[in-house]
């Protein structure tokens, strides 16, 4: 079995399950993953997921539910997608791309999250039901535009594109759509946004126009009334105030059938009672109230009896017949509904789901038996309803919803409302608002008010029941001619409700009465009134006591009128009265006021005074009439008389017929007008008086105000129900004649309302034509003829200029267009428009403007325009006067000429003290005239692009050749926040977009002139130009942009063409440049920008423009190519031209391949263009190429130098990436490859230019990234100083200069700020040059010569230096300054200011109290290709800050790089790890190298050398300690190694950055021996600074010249120099190591150098030594004389070096000498040998006596460097003569520790010297404190103390096990840097002391604090790694070196 092409309604599926695949040919699927189903196969698909096309596979069908699709298969490819409803697809887009920004809002924490979020929801619950199928049209409406909305308003919300929607809802296809069409939505949609935002956010449903007629329907949900009977309900809506007693019947009413049990028995007629009021007027429900109000009539005897359940079957055959039952009144049911219905109208305006779902209640007003029911009195009597005790409260409930429309409109519209074919239709009392022709209706509605009764032969008054029945004139019944309501059948009579006792009833009952119109006329009501018994007997046997009738028709023949009757009663004589006689006919019947009744008996009857009865009567008809005078004319026109005179009369009365009256009978009135003018019996001026009451029938008709509705009315009567065949002709006969007579003034007033009512007396004229033609078929040449006299007529008179005709003019041109489209139906469409043109034109250019330009567009808008051959007659008149009118308003269009016009404006304004805010007439109409002509040249343009209007070649080639130039020097003109500037730009757009190439080429064929042609390509490319730069369509005006964009690509591809032919000879530069420039910029603009799009936006941008950037690319490179020999003007800017370079390269940069592809190789053709250009060519002329024999330039820097320049611009601004640089290396290195000449300088370039872009695109991703610190970005900037500076490109170097300085300054770096500067100044030269634009100071730019800027820096960089207290370094640059001030300048007064502020540096500098921090260095090594590139793999030497430590720094370095791991050892990583994607850092302490010797010399103060110490550094030195070969447990210093490199820096420190990388590295391994040497030497270095330290400064703490004497005479821990006794000066060792003989001596020599040392090391102490601590130093002088003997013995005697400046003196023990002991007590007493401390005893190097100490009176960490190995250099030293001194040794060159600051011992004044101090004994029972005084501290060391921060340490391992040593760490070792020890960290506090207060006065010492501590000899580390290094922790003080 083959494959086989799926079926294309089988082409589009949705997954349905989850399908991961079986094997590789799989593609895995989603629910919900729509699949394009390319082949089947069985029980399988193939194909592809839409959402990756890339990838093909097959998938199981089970897993794919089928949708049907729409296959586009017009494209290059085949296109399926889902065949679903617009506004469905649309829902699905906008999900679609709302689920990726929802995301993104929920991270950034944006507050639209839950906007957007809801928003989704509600979409997501709209489209389901959308899908379902099962909405109602009208829902489904509504449900789009709500869908619609919430979109829009999200959209805006999130800045997202403007969708543009029609009429419908749907969005615009701008395929189909004319770019005038598509602005002008944008503008709509624009200003609604606008209006929302202006509504707080509120969002105003859009209201259709409303219907006249309102629709109630009513539906009864619960009756809970209890009736004794069987009852009937009658609820009517009512106006007017009810608490008042003035409530009218508003609608018939509602009739609804009670019983005592309900409809327990039928619940299905509860789900029946509905019912609809319509025709209910917006005027009614606006301004009055309105009451729902049921009256409850009970159905029975006078008194209502209870029935006993029991015997109810009993008495149902007891029941009073229906005939016989008397209607008794019960109660009324009641509620206001006015607030009801103003919610539910508003509610039905709004594009909603319609009314609310709520139900209502009307309370029940219950009456007595002997009660009425009067709504006034039952409201004001009962506060409240009847409460049932089973029920509770009775009444009513309903529900009421109110649609608009009537009940023919709401049938056709609403068919789902409800089943309307049987839901009752309770009309108003009243006719339509709106009758159409054919609407009939003939009814009287008679209401029952009240009448007055007297008692006659009774003792009491009657009980009155009122019998109405219809009779004909014979007096006989009519029967089913009344209605009481609906709901109920048609009765022969009604019966009124029975009062008791009541002489002045109050009925209040309507009734209808519908009667054909013949037997209405002749028809009357009679009235019988008769007396009820409450006894049953005498009631069957009462008799009428007296009746009333009422005719119906009044003697003039017009109906009863709508009012209130008062009737005559006439008295029956039982006897002689006959209800079937019809004589009283012949009596009147109504009273009239003031007239007495003669009592006199006829026919069985007699009137009577004393009774009275009122009626009200509406009628309700469209046929017969009330009005006598409308009557009048009515039956002469129905008669056919001729009578002129009674004509004339009749015409005049109606004038006086009220409107609505007029209105209702529209149709009559008019059939007669017309008839009477067809009659050829009436003479001319009869003719003119009907053609004036037609005019002003019309008119009311067509009046806005009061009877718009009555328009379609009208139109309906004409198509439908008009039949005056022959009345055109009189029509046109009297029509011309007004018109012709339109100068006399008499005439004037008819032919102004003639001309408004033109439009339907053409109507009338043709339909009367088009009837006789159909009747006769002749006559049409004469009907045609007459027609074109009276447009003629019309034409002719718009020549008159007077004043008086001014009005009708303006009329005629008004509504002439409304005439065209029944015209042409019977006329030549061309004349038509033939004598339009002669009407326009006829008319003076000053005469209405304005209307006239309406006029023009009304017919563009009109059927006539649509006719290709009528544009032709059209067009050209149109487009001539609009550019006169354009012409006149070039004013308001130049922006010199305007400023001009406002000044004189402003100025005649404040001489008359008008408003500045008012507008001139003159100003505002021009403003006027220019909207209208830009909005007729927009309407053109939209109906030529419609597709039903012909061909429109001719007619778009016109526009072009006429109107062109013009709109283009208007838009050129306009300002761009003109209001006008949007809309010309949407014209000129539409008119381009609709231009071919035809159009283009025939239009600029017509300029005869090359410079004509210049000119204009300038003018448009310079407009297209400000389109692209300053876009004058908002940016979310997406679909509008694009289209623009799109018309622009076809411009430019014409202007390509034009320029290549015809401006390259001679050659026109400007325009060439323009162009590039132009359309380089249209490319880059942002709108085109397809990668910062979405998805889906992408997609919809390529189906439909493609991507527009590649196809302009492509013109501007075959542009290129075809400049020839003038390339060069462009590559090479020398000449004064525009360099290209920048623009082409940013254009190369767009994220397109296909582009960079196509124009990178333009950039081979510029080098190639400079090159190969003239190398000796004038500086004046332009730049040329190298003709025949001229020498060629041979190079290309001008282009190297725009390329690199450029390139720096646009790489920083987002442009670039490393795609592109590949590309560019790859394409023009392979041309430069095969280019025998350019091969080398070009391979060159492009390497330079590759090189740059890697370190740009570094840059920028550094300087982007928010994560990154500011030491990353600096050393970022730096790498990218570094390229600058060896590419020698000085103003690039300086812009980045200057950037690294602002970086610094931002972090407060303010030396290495200065250093940046200084990289300025030292390109420039004290001498008064101007300096070069690529020397110039971004940030001094007015500076201009060199000693200026150069000067000017200097200043800054000393500020900046003297803010880091580099004051040494300021004081160089100011001996350079005072030079220049001294010597050049001779400016006395700065030089002056100079020394002063020099003299201030040096204070600084000497001042003690000056605290400058010594920072440390550290290594840093980053492994791994996870860094940054300029990172990886590389070491970098860093500068503390200020007192940072190793742990603090460690901490900052891997913040900046959270995902690195931290190395633990200082072993050379393998290539693996250096090649891992991952990231390793190593960080180690490194101690600085000081060169100059100078600062070394003991006259050199302590200030300066501990400046020179720690700056101006770049090499460095770390130790890593090793054992080689076997560790001896018992000596670990007899297989000791160190392993010392040395880093030397790229530049010193400090300099511009804070870290330099390492440029050259060397090791070297030290052997135990040469390590014992070289830690003697440091040991002996370290006490020979310290008594220089204190013989200088007598304030320095003395701790820590304490604790290293301790740790050297009493080495408790590391034996002292006993272990190298041991391990080196043995006997074994010398006779295995022969070769070491001479280092041997070396260490002998050493060791007893360390005796004087120490003696002077003791005296100074001894001098200072306090009382707490007396017995210490006793100690100490005791192990000292031990040591002393021990060396001496075994190593001779040592001087002490002559540096010092002391003699040897005797010490002394403290505990022997008194306060007043004299100088010969301190006599030399030796010490006898005492017992050695225990090793497991503290060392006192590592203790501190309090907590204060750490922080307050300890120095600096002890900072320790490898010293100057000498001869000590592994292998290759050379031998030391034995002979050699002391001194020698002494003196050899060591790398020192940081020192404090002291002064000169021998300085030091006798005052200083502190006094003998009392003698305590130290025991192990001492508990009190050692200080109980201490002076507290001065400010200075407490700052120190405060400003200094902890360092992160881990306390390593340390053996349990001593070993025997040569002495303590402290003592002969000094810990090399960079090993897992880090030398004079501050020691753990003691046990006891750790929690008490750092400032308290007094410390507990146990002995056991004393004790020196151990201090760790092995380098091994912990086995498990850290994952971090912890913060610094005030117990630990600790730190794991293996991280050092």
């Not at 023919?408 to 159409?436: C, F, T, W």
């Not at 009465?513 to 009631?539: G, Q």
């Not at 308290?1896 to 000899?1913: D, F, H, N, Y």
């Not at 092995?1914 to 498990?1920: G, K, Q």
Request: with cysteine; aromatic share 8%.
């Amino acid at each position: 079995m083959n494959w086989t092409p799926a079926r294309d309604k089988e082409k589009y599926g949705v997954a349905i399950y989850n399908f991961s695949g079986v094997n590789d040919s799989c593609i895995k699927l989603n629910v919900g993953d729509t699949v394009h189903i390319l082949e089947e196969l069985g029980g399988w698909y193939f194909g592809y997921a839409l959402h990756n096309k890339a990838l093909r596979g097959v998938f199981p069908k089970s897993f794919i539910q089928v949708r049907e699709c729409i296959v586009d298969k017009t494209g290059l490819v085949e296109v399926v997608t889902a065949r679903l409803p617009p506004i469905v697809q649309e829902v699905t887009a906008v999900l679609r791309e709302w689920g990726v920004l929802l995301r993104k809002l929920y991270v950034d924490r944006k507050p639209n999250f839950s906007l957007v979020r809801d928003t989704m929801l509600e979409l997501i619950a709209h489209r389901s039901k959308i899908l379902s199928g099962q909405l109602p049209g009208d829902e489904l409406k509504q449900l789009k535009h709500r869908i619609t909305r919430g979109i829009d308003r999200v959209n805006a919300r999130l800045g997202l594109d403007l969708v543009v929607r029609d009429d419908h809802g749907n969005i615009l296809n701008p395929d189909i759509t004319s770019a005038v069409k598509l602005f002008r939505h944008h503008d709509e949609a624009s200003a609604q946004l606008r209006k929302q935002d202006a509504n707080e956010g509120s969002l105003p449903s859009p209201r259709r126009k409303p219907h006249l007629s309102w629709t109630a329907l009513m539906t009864i949900t619960n009756i809970i009334i209890k009736v004794p009977e069987s009852s009937e309900i009658s609820i009517g809506l009512y106006t007017g105030d009810v608490k008042e007693g003035k409530e009218k019947p508003l609608s018939e009413a509602f009739i609804i059938p009670w019983t005592d049990d309900g409809y327990s028995g039928h619940p299905d007629l509860l789900l029946k009672l509905k019912c609809l009021f319509t025709d209910l007027s917006n005027i009614t429900l606006d301004e009055s109230q309105v009451w729902l109000i049921g009256s409850v009539v009970r159905q029975g005897s006078m008194a209502s009896k209870e029935i006993d359940p029991r015997s109810r079957s009993s008495m149902l055959s007891k029941k009073t017949s229906s005939s016989d039952s008397m209607r008794r009144p019960f109660g009324v049911v009641m509620l206001e509904v006015t607030q009801i219905i103003q919610k539910q109208k508003n509610l039905a305006l709004e594009t909603q789901d319609g009314a609310l779902d709520q139900d209502y209640f009307a309370p029940f007003f219950p009456c007595g038996e002997k009660e009425t029911l009067d709504l006034k009195k039952l409201l004001t009597s009962r506060n409240d309803s009847v409460r049932d005790n089973k029920t509770g409260y009775q009444g009513i409930w309903f529900s009421f919803q109110l649609i608009n429309g009537d009940i023919k409109q709401l049938r056709e519209d609403n068919p789902h409302y409800v089943s309307l074919r049987d839901v009752p239709v309770a009309y108003r009392l009243g006719l339509s608002d709106v009758i159409m022709p054919g609407d009939v209706r003939n009814d009287l509605y008679i209401t029952l008010l009240s009448g007055e009764f007297s008692r006659g032969t009774k003792t009491s008054d009657r009980n009155v029941e009122v019998t109405v029945r219809v009779c004909d004139e014979k007096g006989k019944i009519i029967p089913g001619v009344m209605k009481q309501g609906c709901g109920k059948s048609p009765l022969d009579e009604y019966r009124s409700v029975t009062y008791h006792h009541e002489a002045k009833p109050k009925w209040m009952e309507t009734i209808k009465i519908a009667l054909p119109i013949e037997e209405f006329k002749k028809a009357h009501v009679k009235f019988i009134f008769k007396h009820r018994s409450t006894n049953d007997v005498k009631d069957k046997n009462e008799k009428p006591f007296a009746m009333s009738f009422m005719k119906l028709m009044q003697d003039n023949g017009t109906t009863v009128l709508n009012t209130e009757h008062e009737l005559i009663i006439y008295k029956i004589d039982s006897k002689k009265w006959q209800e079937d006689d019809s004589n009283y006919l012949s009596l009147p019947w109504q009273r009239v006021n003031g007239e007495e009744l003669v009592k006199t008996w006829t026919y069985g009857m007699a009137p009577t005074n004393k009774d009275s009865f009122t009626i009200s009567t509406t009628f309700c008809s469209t046929k017969l009439t009330q009005n006598a005078e409308l009557l009048a004319l009515l039956e002469w026109g129905w008669s056919g008389s001729t009578d002129t005179t009674t004509l004339r009369h009749c015409l005049e009365g109606l004038r006086r017929v009220p409107s609505e009256e007029l209105m209702v009978f529209l149709q009559d009135t008019l059939d007669v007008l017309l008839e009477i003018l067809m009659n050829s019996s009436t003479d001319d001026d009869s003719d003119n008086k009907v053609f004036e009451a037609l005019v002003y029938v019309i008119t009311i008709a067509t009046d806005k105000n009061k009877h718009e509705a009555f328009q379609p009315v009208l139109d309906s009567y004409i198509q439908q129900n008009f039949h005056a065949t022959l009345a055109y002709n009189k029509l046109i006969h009297v029509l011309k004649f007004y018109v012709e007579q339109g100068m006399d003034l008499q005439r004037q007033e008819t032919l102004k309302k003639a001309m408004k009512c033109l439009q339907y007396i053409f109507k009338f004229i043709i339909r009367s034509r088009q009837l006789f033609v159909e009747l006769f078929g002749r006559g049409q040449e004469e009907f045609e003829k007459s027609l074109q006299q009276l447009l003629e007529a019309m034409a002719k008179m718009m020549i008159h200029t007077l004043d008086s005709t001014l009005t009708v003019q303006a009329h005629c041109l008004k509504y002439i267009t409304t005439t065209i489209p029944d015209i042409i139906t019977n006329f030549d469409p061309v004349h038509m428009s033939q004598i339009l043109v002669t009407m326009i034109d006829n008319l003076d250019p000053k005469r209405i403007p304005k209307q006239k330009l309406m006029t023009m567009n009304e017919i563009i808008h009109s059927e006539l325009f649509k006719y290709p051959e009528c544009r032709r007659v059209l067009l050209p008149s149109f487009i001539g006067h609009i550019r006169r009118l354009l012409a006149a308003n070039e004013e308001v269009t130049d922006g010199e000429v305007v400023m001009r016009k406002e000044k004189k404006k402003a100025k005649l304004q404040q001489m008359l003290g008008t408003d500045n805010n008012a507008p001139f007439t003159d100003d505002r109409s021009l403003m006027e005239e220019l909207e209208l002509c830009v909005k007729i040249l927009g309407d053109i343009l939209d109906v030529l692009f419609s597709a039903d209007v012909g061909p429109t070649q001719e007619d778009i080639s016109l526009l072009t050749n006429e109107m062109l130039s013009d709109i283009l020097t208007i838009v050129y003109k306009m300002t761009h926040d003109d209001p006008l500037n949007c809309k010309f730009v949407s014209v000129l757009v539409s008119l381009m977009r609709q231009m071919t190439e035809r159009h283009f080429l025939s239009f600029l064929n017509c300029f005869q002139s090359q410079d004509e042609l210049y000119n204009f390509l300038l003018e448009l490319i310079m407009v297209i130009q400000d389109l692209i730069s300053q876009p004058v369509f908002p940016s979310d005006w997406a679909e509008m942009i694009l289209l623009q964009n799109s018309v622009i690509v076809k411009v430019l591809r014409q202007c390509s063409r034009v320029i290549s032919e015809r401006m390259r000879d001679p050659f026109k530069e400007i325009v060439w440049n323009n162009f590039f420039t132009c359309a380089i910029n249209f490319i880059t603009q942002r709108s085109l920008q397809l990668e910062t799009f979405t998805q889906s936006k992408r997609n919809k941008i390529l189906s439909r423009y493609r991507d527009m950037r590649r196809e302009t690319a492509i013109e501007i490179k075959s542009l290129w190519f075809s400049l020839g020999q003038h390339k060069i003007r462009f590559v090479a800017s020398s000449g004064g031209g525009q360099c290209m370079v920048g623009p082409f390269l940013q254009m190369t940069m767009i994220p397109d391949v296909e582009l960079r592809k196509a124009t990178i190789p333009i950039f081979f053709d510029m080098m190639q263009c400079e090159f190969y250009s003239q190398r000796d060519q004038g500086k004046n002329g332009p730049p040329d190429m190298a003709r025949n024999k001229q020498k060629i330039k041979g190079k290309f820097t001008e282009f190297e130098n725009e390329m690199l320049e450029k390139l720096d611009h646009l790489v920083e601004g987002s442009h670039g990436d490393e795609h592109y640089r590949e590309v560019f290396k790859n394409m023009v290195g392979a041309l430069c490859e095969e280019h025998a000449t350019m091969r080398e300088p070009g391979l060159k370039l492009v390497n330079t230019v590759s090189r740059l872009m890697d370190r740009l695109l570094q840059y920028r991703t550094i300087m982007n990234t928010p994560d990154n610190s500011a030491e990353t970005r600096m050393s970022c900037t730096v790498n990218l100083l570094d390229f600058y500076s060896e590419i020698n490109r000085k103003e690039l170097y300086l812009r980045y200069v200057y950037k690294l300085s602002e970086l610094h300054l931002a972090c407060d770096n303010y030396t290495e700020a200065g250093y940046t500067l200084l990289q300025h100044a030292s390109l420039l030269r004290w001498a008064h040059e101007a300096l070069q634009t690529s020397l110039r100071s971004p940030i001094y730019p007015h500076l201009g010569y060199h000693d200026d800027l150069k000067e000017r820096l200097y200043n800054e960089v000393i500020s900046f230096f003297d803010k880091g207290k580099m004051w040494e370094d300021a004081l160089k640059l100011c001996k350079e300054l005072m030079q220049q001030y001294e010597e050049v300048t001779m400016n006395y007064t700065k030089l002056s200011e100079l020394l002063t502020r020099m003299a201030s540096f040096y204070k600084n500098i000497m001042n003690p109290q000056n605290l400058r921090p010594e920072p440390e260095y550290f290594r840093v090594a980053y492994y791994g290709r996870g860094f940054p590139a300029f990172l990886q793999n590389r070491v970098f030497v860093y500068r503390g800050n200020g007192y940072e430590r190793l742990g603090d720094f460690t901490s900052r370095i891997l913040d900046q790089f959270p995902n690195a791991e931290l190395m633990k050892k200082l072993t050379p990583p393998s290539d693996e790890v250096k090649e891992s994607p991952q990231q390793f850092i190593q960080i180690s302490k490194v101690d600085c190298v000081m060169r100059e010797d100078k600062y070394s010399s003991p006259s050199v103060s302590e200030q300066i050398q501990r400046y020179y110490r720690a700056n101006h550094v770049n090499i460095f030195t770390y130790s890593r300690p090793f054992h080689r070969g076997q560790k001896d447990p018992s000596n670990e210093f007899a297989t000791l190694c160190i392993e010392k490199t040395t880093l030397h820096t790229s530049y010193p420190l400090p300099g511009i950055l804070r870290c330099f990388p390492v440029v050259r590295t060397k090791s070297i391994e030290l052997s135990p021996l040469e390590n014992a040497i070289e830690t003697m030497n440091n040991v002996n270095a370290d006490v020979r600074d310290l008594v220089k330290k204190y013989s200088r400064d007598h304030t320095l703490p003395l701790d820590p010249l304490t604790r290293k004497i301790s740790g050297m005479v009493d080495p408790a821990v590391m034996g002292g120099i006993t272990n190298y006794e041991k391990a080196f000066l043995c006997d074994e060792y010398k006779q295995s190591h022969p070769q070491d003989a001479e280092k041997l001596e070396d260490l002998q020599q050493l060791i007893a150098a360390q005796i004087p040392l120490l003696q002077a090391a003791l005296h100074y102490h001894g001098l200072r030594v306090t009382e707490p601590i007396a017995a210490l130093h006793d100690h100490m002088i005791a192990s000292f004389c031990k040591m002393k003997q021990q060396v001496h013995e075994k190593y001779g005697v040592a001087v002490l070096p002559p540096e010092l400046g002391i003699e040897e003196h005797s010490l002394r023990l403290q505990t022997q000498l008194s306060v007043n002991s004299d100088h010969s007590a301190r006599s030399s007493h030796h010490y006898s040998a005492h017992e050695s401390l225990s090793s497991s005893q503290l060392s006192l190097a590592r203790l501190s006596l309090s907590p204060a100490k750490v922080g307050g009176t300890l120095p600096r960490h002890h900072k320790v460097s490898m010293p100057n190995l000498g001869n000590y250099n592994g292998g290759s030293s050379k031998n030391v003569k034995k002979e050699k001194s002391f001194r020698t040794l002494l003196r050899r060159e060591s790398f020192t520790s940081q020192r404090e600051p002291s002064s000169q011992w021998f300085d030091r004044p006798e005052s200083q010297v502190l006094p003998p101090q009392p003698i305590i004994e130290l025991s192990e029972q001492v508990t009190t404190p050692l200080a109980p005084e201490r002076p507290l501290r001065t400010d200075i060391e407490r700052e120190r103390r405060m400003s200094r921060p902890r360092s992160l340490t881990m306390t390593p391992s340390v053996s349990a096990t001593p070993s025997p040593s040569l002495g303590s760490r402290e003592s002969l070792m000094s810990t090399p840097t960079g090993s897992i020890y880090e030398e004079e960290s501050p020691p753990p506090l003691p046990v006891k002391m750790r929690d008490q207060d750092s400032d308290s006065t007094s410390v507990r010492l146990s002995t056991m604090s004393l004790k020196p501590s151990a201090t760790p000899g092995s380098p091994e580390v912990s086995p498990e790694p850290p994952k971090k290094p912890p913060r610094p922790d005030k117990n630990h003080n600790h730190e794991d070196s293996s991280m050092i």
